[in-house]
């Protein structure tokens, strides 16, 4: 009989092994990058296609969202190596940087506009997210990607374009493709769905309030919506849940053995989808956690480009 005791033990340390492996590769550095705005962290790696990938003609693009809990210390660079793996796929991709979490004092929260940022993280660490700055910045970067494509990205087509995410960032790709569905007020919202092909959200925070109850990432989703006092009244702006159907394409990707961001989240998201009448691909992988999706090493990742390639091309 299996040692219970031990069983956490076994997966901390697979999913610390499964870590280590996806942040071991060297940062890749991008073909290019842009700015779509004047804050140092709105700015864009683009990756120009290194092999062929596809049937020839138009070459998809693929939107990179990095995940990390919305948190300061993770940026796009951490996924360069997943980015220049999609890249020798045959995509062009464009890696997104976007303003996250700041770093808290003792005494105050983290600055979003007007001073409404997160309310903290426990011990004073990065806050997840900047309200209403994160969200701010994926939609101005998507309303701006089709000309910086052009500019950056020649052969490539941006009406051909994948948005994919890992994690938070997930999160933020399912959002995307869902501000057509947005409140009336929200100054995200577009009359229209956005001309995407597809979504391909990688063990995505699909869903904030399963991502509450189970304090996903130390409570992040929590973090990023201000806390308590803002979390009901600001989640139908942000959850992807409560923005379905979206009418856009759309597969999560998911590893059974998933100890940061659980299987439960993404089965909650696509069972939202299927009581608002939209089928929504769930790809389950046996035997993988939460880095293998986005580490050029594993198996995994070669599964993830496979799921961009089949709503790209």
Do not use: N
Not at 178 to 183: G, Q
Not at 261 to 268: I, R, S
């Amino acid at each position: 009989m299996p040692d219970a005791a031990a069983e956490p033990d076994t997966a901390a340390g697979r999913a610390a092994a499964e870590e280590t492996s996806a942040l071991s590769h060297p940062a890749v550095d991008p073909d290019a990058t842009a700015g779509y705005g004047d804050h140092p962290d709105q700015v864009i790696d683009f990756y120009a296609p290194r092999g062929a990938g596809g049937p020839g003609g138009p070459v998809p693009v693929v939107v990179v969202l990095h995940g990390g809990s919305w948190r300061a210390p993770y940026d796009r660079r951490h996924v360069s190596p997943f980015a220049d793996f999609l890249a020798h796929r045959g995509f062009a991709v464009a890696s997104v940087e976007y303003r996250r979490g700041a770093q808290e004092g003792p005494g105050g929260g983290s600055g979003g506009a007007g001073g409404s940022g997160g309310a903290g993280s426990a011990g004073g660490g990065p806050v997840a997210g900047r309200w209403p700055d994160t969200f701010a910045d994926v939609a101005a970067v998507l309303d701006a990607l089709p000309a910086l494509v052009r500019r950056h990205l020649p052969g490539a087509d941006p009406r051909r374009t994948v948005l994919t995410g890992h994690s938070a960032g997930g999160h933020l790709a399912l959002w995307a493709a869902a501000r057509h569905l947005l409140p009336a007020d929200a100054a995200w919202r577009l009359d229209r769905p956005a001309p995407l092909r597809g979504v391909v959200a990688l063990a995505p925070i699909a869903d904030l309030e399963v991502a509450r109850e189970l304090r996903v990432c130390g409570g992040a989703a929590l973090e990023l919506l201000g806390g308590e006092e803002h979390f009901e009244e600001r989640r139908p702006y942000v959850d992807p849940a409560l923005l379905l159907p979206t009418g856009i394409a759309t597969t999560l990707v998911q590893g059974r053995a998933d100890v940061d961001v659980p299987q439960a989240v993404a089965e909650a998201y696509a069972d939202a989808a299927a009581k608002a009448g939209e089928v929504v691909g769930l790809t389950l992988l046996e035997d993988v956690g939460h880095f293998p999706l986005i580490d050029p090493a594993a198996d995994a990742c070669a599964v993830v480009a496979e799921e961009i390639a089949q709503l790209a091309w």
